[in-house]
Nanobody, 114 residues
């Protein structure tokens, strides 16, 4: 079994920054891909950033240059540093890991508003 616990969401003004954390417990190995997704009201869930085996594998175009995904293998934690936040980044952000099965965190709300 795998558990993912997210933290770090909140409200911020446009141009601000937030750092999301996702701590994983259970059968997670360094080669298992981890990612951040988000879902805004009325929209489909989209993949924001992904990492696997020490490499950043993916950023959605809308966050390139602003968001950075990183992973601490010793702590089994993945982070999402979000800078220059925009109102369109407002969403519930979910952590995801795949180890043969898909696991999701509970989600953390990010609100960008003036």
């Amino acid at each position: 079994q795998v558990q993912l616990v997210e933290s770090g969401g909140g409200s911020v003004q446009p141009g601000g920054s937030l750092r999301l954390s996702c701590a994983a417990t259970g059968s997670i190995f360094s080669f298992n891909p981890m990612a951040w997704y988000r879902q805004a009201p009325g929209k489909q869930r989209e993949k924001v950033a992904g990492t696997q085996s020490g490499r950043t594998t993916y950023y959605v175009d809308s966050v390139k240059g602003r968001f950075t995904i990183s992973r601490d293998y010793a702590k089994n934690t993945v982070y999402l540093q979000m800078n220059s936040l925009k109102p369109e980044d407002t969403a519930v952000y979910y952590c995801h890991v795949h180890n043969g099965y898909d696991y999701w965190g509970q989600g953390t709300q990010v609100t960008v508003s003036s």
